[in-house]
């Protein structure tokens, strides 16, 4: 006798086209939901604690040069601010939640990296230190395993050091390494905890693309790759095992994929962005990439999803200027983006519109499922609504052409009036609809 009391739900890995979306880069466009005035250029935005708080560092010449944003109900709030004195703000990372936020930039009166902690809507100033001297400036701040170690990248025309990283320990920054780069570092990424640094610039001689090793204090050269131009932006993903690069080279694609394995960095897919690239942001592991440049023409934001090797084009939007920076928070929900805008806000964040994938139908089956004690010998299943569907598709064949079923999307939705009986299909494929008619990947749901 089949037990209709249990649902069994079971995502089928076949390697079938249709099944694309069950990994991969769902992103298809973008709407802006939040914006602020910034008051100058926006070069760094930071988030924290999910989607809570937003930091920006700027160059406000008028105003505070640190602002934290809390983001609720798509709204952002100015919450705290801060004065970095006569100079710009660079770069702003988080580490603790919102603990801490170190600082770095140029100020050629008072110290380049600062940190402050962040309680009670206020920024406190806890550490500070010198990156150089006179016109030298930190141009990249990001930390490590917490609060442990903080990474500082930027030019050093005295000590030609241009690498550092300060231990955070009782409320004071101490150098413990330092490495030459031989130019202008424009950015730095860790991975693996403490373990890796990322090096991405524009060196004098050599090659652009830098990883050194962090152990016991010291930092070792171990992999290096040349770019051909300025490298920008250097970023992340499945831990050390892939690294995007964007920037400005010579000649070639200016967005690039690396593998960083035994050693040795190995170029492993590549896209045009048509300008210079100034950042790059990896979400949902290493499914989609962001980047934000300026480009020569079209639009300043542009997603990809990288899978089997190449890079592929699924989203872009519109900023209005040169973006600078870029950050995502709760997966791939919200983008926030700074940078120089011609014309509105400086800060923007941005919601994206994703294709309607069987993962979400799942998590909805799990939430609104019930099923009729009275039928023993039926199985029947209800989910939840899903946002931005208006539809659900039931077919009974793997290649989505045999369609049993067409539901309009409400609050709960009950897959009852085609309930499963003894001598029909143990199996269905479910999509969900969105309003341009596009189909997400389908939930195979078995029932038994």
């Known amino acids: ?60 010449a008028s105003g505070e040069e640190i602002k934290v944003y809390e983001f609720a109900d798509e709204e952002l709030t100015l919450t705290a601010s801060a004065d970095y004195g006569d ?29 402050y902690q962040f309680q009670g809507g206020n920024l406190v100033l806890t550490a500070t230190a010198e990156y150089g001297t006179d016109f030298d400036f930190a141009g990249y701040v990001a930390w490590c395993d917490s609060c442990d170690y903080l990474l500082a990248v930027g030019t050093d025309d005295a000590s030609r050091e241009e690498i550092k990283v300060y231990e955070f320990a009782d409320g004071t920054l101490t150098l413990t390494a330092s490495a030459e780069y031989g130019g202008q570092v424009n950015s730095g990424a860790w991975c693996d905890g403490c373990n890796y640094i990322a090096i991405g610039g524009f060196p ?45 080279p010579s000649s070639g694609e ?51 999803e990288f899978a089997d090797g190449a890079l592929t084009l699924t989203a872009s939007a519109e900023y209005g200027g040169g973006v600078v920076s870029a950050a995502w928070c709760d997966g791939c929900d919200y983008l926030a983006v700074g940078g ?69 999307a409400t609050e709960q939705l009950c897959f009852s009036h085609h309930c499963r009986r003894p001598g029909e299909s143990d199996i269905y494929y479910i999509v969900a609809v969105d309003k341009e008619g596009r189909e997400g990947s389908p939930a195979v749901v078995t029932l038994s």
């Open 340 to 408: 120089i805008p011609s014309s509105g806000p400086g800060i923007k964040v941005y919601k994206s519109g994703r294709v309607l994938d069987s993962p979400q139908i799942l998590k909805a089956i799990r939430e609104g499922h019930r099923f009729p004690s009275q039928l023993d010998l039926i199985n029947c299943f209800c989910w939840n609504m899903i946002e931005n569907a208006v539809e659900y598709r039931i077919y009974i064949d793997l290649g989505l052409t045999e369609l049993i079923s067409t539901i309009p």
């Open 254 to 304: 200016d967005i690039r994929v690396y593998e960083f394995a035994d050693g040795a960095l190995t170029l492993t897919a590549s896209a045009e962005y048509g300008g210079a690239v100034v950042s790059a942001a990896w979400c949902d592991g290493c499914d989609c990439l962001v980047v934000g440049g300026i480009p020569s023409s079209g639009e300043e934001i542009k997603v990809y």
């Open 87 to 115: 100079g710009s703000v660079n770069s702003v990372a988080w580490c603790d939640g919102c603990n801490y936020l170190a600082v770095g930039g140029f100020n050629q009166f008072e110290s380049d990296i600062r940190v």
């Open 1 to 60: 006798m089949i037990n209709s009391r249990f649902l069994y739900l079971v995502i089928m890995f076949l390697g079938l086209k249709s099944f694309i979306a069950f990994s991969g880069c769902d992103i298809i466009d973008f709407e802006q939901v939040a914006s602020a005035e910034s008051g100058g250029s926006v070069n760094s935005v930071a988030w924290c604690n999910g989607c809570d708080y937003l930091a920006v560092g700027t160059d406000d």
């Open 204 to 248: 004098s001689s050599g090659e652009e693309i830098k990883v050194y090793e962090f152990v016991d204090g010291a930092l070792t050269l171990t992999a290096s790759a040349e770019y051909g131009g300025s490298a920008n932006s250097v970023a992340w993903c499945d831990g050390c095992n892939y690294l995007a690069v964007g920037g400005l």
